[in-house]
């Protein structure tokens, strides 16, 4: 499976207002375009972020990473995050080789990134090299899945 992993922090979930609704849609919408099979949340906010699952992939809610790590041991993972908030080794986007399969394409919370300070062997540090201004994570997402799609393994 091709899985999405993304964080939701209180900074990004006003009010669950229908903005934020509007966004978890924009996500869904556009990993749907790309042919990702599997959605996965951290959710840590403090209420809990309003949001309706579409029926057409595998979706699931967490309260942390480390569960969700733990649930897909045998997948590759990908973090994303810009270069300014890592402290490991890491490539480029444009490096990548994106896995066939089983792989887990990870994106921090927009208010506190991911803090990776260590890779196990089937993990990976990616970077987007565009600027120094720092991407909103569903724009890197967006980005990631792309470079996937021309990559050529849609
Ligand atoms: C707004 S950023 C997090 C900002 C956070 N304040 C920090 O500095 O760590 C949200 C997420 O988008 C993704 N992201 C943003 N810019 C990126 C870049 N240039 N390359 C790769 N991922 C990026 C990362 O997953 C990041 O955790």
């Not at 569960?67 to 270069?83: A, C, D, M, Q, T």
């Not at 990870?106 to 506190?112: L, Q, Y």
């Not at 991911?114 to 993990?123: H, M, P, R, S, V």
Request: aromatic share 12%; proline share 3%.
């Amino acid at each position: 499976m091709i899985g999405i992993v993304i964080c939701l922090e209180d900074r990004w979930n006003y009010t669950q207002s229908d903005r934020d609704i509007d966004i978890m849609q924009m996500y869904q919408e556009t990993i749907k375009a790309f042919g990702v099979n599997l959605f996965l949340i951290v959710d840590k906010t403090t209420n809990g972020m309003v949001h309706k699952f579409p029926f057409d992939i595998e979706c699931a809610s967490y309260k942390t990473l480390d569960e969700i790590l733990g649930r897909y041991p045998n997948y590759v993972k990908l973090y994303f995050e810009h270069p300014n908030a890592i402290s490991v080794d890491y490539i480029t986007l444009d490096k990548l080789v994106h896995p066939k399969d089983n792989v887990l394409y990870i994106f921090g919370g927009d208010e506190n990134g991911l803090n990776i300070t260590k890779l196990k062997d089937n993990e990976k540090m990616i970077s987007i090299n565009v600027s120094n201004y720092i991407l909103w994570s569903i724009i890197a997402m967006t980005i990631a899945l792309y470079d996937r799609y021309v990559k050529g393994n849609n």
